[in-house]
């Protein structure tokens, strides 16, 4: 993929006069002749931009070997990318561990694909703002692994290089889009992985492969080195088999970051230093309107349930509440997604308008990729890309807009219940992992890929932190509890899990 473009060429006259269409502009004659003398004149600033350079945010690391593709004995869940070894430094609270990245996420030197064929052969020359606190706390990057393509599947079987299997029932698949993530570190190929979020994406596979994954509040981990789809709605956290190293990373991570132009005030705490085992200082709300979807299970239900049972034998406080709004989550989530990842892609998957450091390198190969190859897209990414820009165009963005408010509406009803609560309480996913299906029609494919959201979804759109914890099984395949808490308090979200974990908890047999 090129870095470079080739130096600014005015536009044409018939270029012109397309581009004013696009804004609905019908130009005189003398119009487009004025404009052809204004734009060559404004484009001598351009072409001195070329000569400028600019500081970019890169850690300082000597020449990295670029790792390697392994193959099925080495890899039978289809969980890595590529392995590599980036040591981190001598001491740190994360010395020892080793990490694995969501192929989303930049490590520079080494291939990052984001699960897709339109990213083949792209190798970023910086490190995710992340990856650089990861290595400075000790950690070793080891690993580069699987995901959805272009993360936009909830499944676990849509990478370009074929399904994530499941490491708790490899007749299943893993759950997506950080579907490698969950495998690598359910199955010991290291010790903790980050995801990323944007409709459940961390907690989805958590709670189909028997793991641990902690959506932080929205914006307190920096996103700055990783491809995202929505800049409100992009989340980036931990995945581990247990909530104390969840936490452990999350004090690593999260944090300002001048260079990420969607954070605004950062506030973090001590996140590990705040877990506790005892259950009587905790109050949790049993949200009604987890349960009981159209496509939930009833054994999902009844675990979770049971869970919570358990917990407030332990000592908890429960209470039943009630959020209808929850309901209309997804919708109102949808209603984000489909017009900002059209407008995010539409600028080249970097955005505007935000102050920040923005990837060059990034716009100019992503650009460059998706007017050559976008039927390479997936087909969920298509079925966006269309709609999204059909509301755009035919409805003003009248839907987007009111999504957006109404979000905020969901956010201030959780707070409101919040209020009385510590946490809310319900399972993660209606249902339990997919079973591995190689013949799929296209509407099986977006079914399958996006009909476990109903509860993950709502909280990307407000932002909330959720974490999903391992809470039994039906039918011989995981259950996941999630605890969704208020915004910046990841702490007490953290604690929720860790207390379950630790005084009823579940573990893979």
């Not at 004659?29 to 500081?55: K, N, Q, S």
């Not at 349960?291 to 209470?319: I, N, P, Q, W, Y």
């Not at 759109?461 to 391992?470: D, E, F, K, L």
Request: glycine share 10%; net charge negative.
């Amino acid at each position: 993929m090129s870095e470079t473009p080739p130096n600014v060429r005015p536009p044409t006259p018939e270029e012109i006069r397309e581009k004013a269409a696009q804004h609905y502009i019908d130009l005189s004659d003398d119009e487009v002749e004025d404009f052809e003398t204004a734009i060559v004149d404004t484009l001598e600033g351009y072409e001195r931009m070329d000569e400028l350079t600019v500081p970019t945010p890169e850690r300082e690391y000597t020449t990295r070997d670029p790792g390697y593709e392994p193959g099925p004995e080495e890899d039978p869940l289809n969980a890595f990318v590529r392995k590599c070894a980036v040591a981190g430094s001598d001491s740190g609270p994360l010395s020892g561990y080793e990490v694995g990245l969501k192929d989303s996420i930049a490590l520079a030197g080494i291939e990052m694909t984001v699960g897709s064929k339109l990213f083949e052969g792209y190798v970023p020359t910086t490190d995710a703002t992340l990856v650089t606190r990861l290595l400075d706390a000790g950690a070793s990057i080891t690993g580069k692994l699987n995901m959805e393509d272009m993360a936009f599947s909830g499944s676990g079987e849509l990478s370009a290089t074929g399904p994530v299997l499941n490491p708790t029932d490899r007749d299943h698949i893993a759950g997506g889009s950080s579907s490698g993530s969950i495998a690598a570190v359910v199955n010991g190929d290291v010790d903790v992985a980050i995801g990323t979020d944007q409709g459940g994406s961390i907690r989805i596979p958590a709670a189909w492969s028997g793991g641990v994954g902690h959506k932080p509040t929205h914006t307190l981990v920096p996103y700055t080195g990783i491809i995202g789809l929505g800049h409100s709605f992009d989340h980036v956290g931990p995945m581990a088999t247990n909530v104390e190293d969840c936490a452990r990373v999350l004090d690593v991570i999260a944090g300002k970051d001048p260079d990420d132009p969607r954070q605004g005030h950062v506030p973090t705490e001590e996140y590990a230093d705040a877990l506790s085992e005892d259950p009587s200082d905790l109050t949790i709300g049993i949200l009604e309107e987890g349960f009981g979807h159209e496509a939930s299970e009833a054994g999902v239900d009844e675990t979770v349930r049971e869970a919570l049972s358990d917990l407030e034998a332990a000592g908890a406080e429960t209470t039943e509440i009630s959020i209808p709004m929850h309901l209309d989550g997804l919708a109102i989530w949808n209603g984000i997604v489909m017009e900002e990842t059209t407008a995010l892609v539409r600028d080249e998957g970097v955005g505007k308008y935000d102050k920040g450091h923005y990837d060059t390198q990034l716009a100019d190969a992503f650009g460059k990729a998706r007017r050559a190859q976008a039927d390479d897209y997936l087909t969920t990414v298509k079925l966006t890309l269309i709609l999204g820009q059909y509301l755009s165009d035919e409805y003003r963005s009248h839907y987007y807009t009111k999504a957006k408010n109404l979000a905020r509406e969901l956010g201030r009803r959780y707070d409101e219940a919040l209020s009385t609560v510590d946490v809310l309480a319900m399972p993660t996913t209606p249902q339990t992992a997919h079973e591995q299906q190689d013949t799929l029609t296209r509407l099986e494919v977006i079914d399958r890929a996006l009909n476990m959201l109903s509860n993950t979804a709502p909280s990307d759109a407000t932002g909330h932190p959720a974490i999903s914890v391992p809470a039994g099984e039906s039918n011989g395949l995981p259950v996941g509890l999630m605890f969704v808490g208020s915004q910046f308090d990841d702490r007490t979200v953290l604690r929720a899990g860790y207390t379950y974990e630790q005084s009823v908890g579940w573990t893979l047999g």
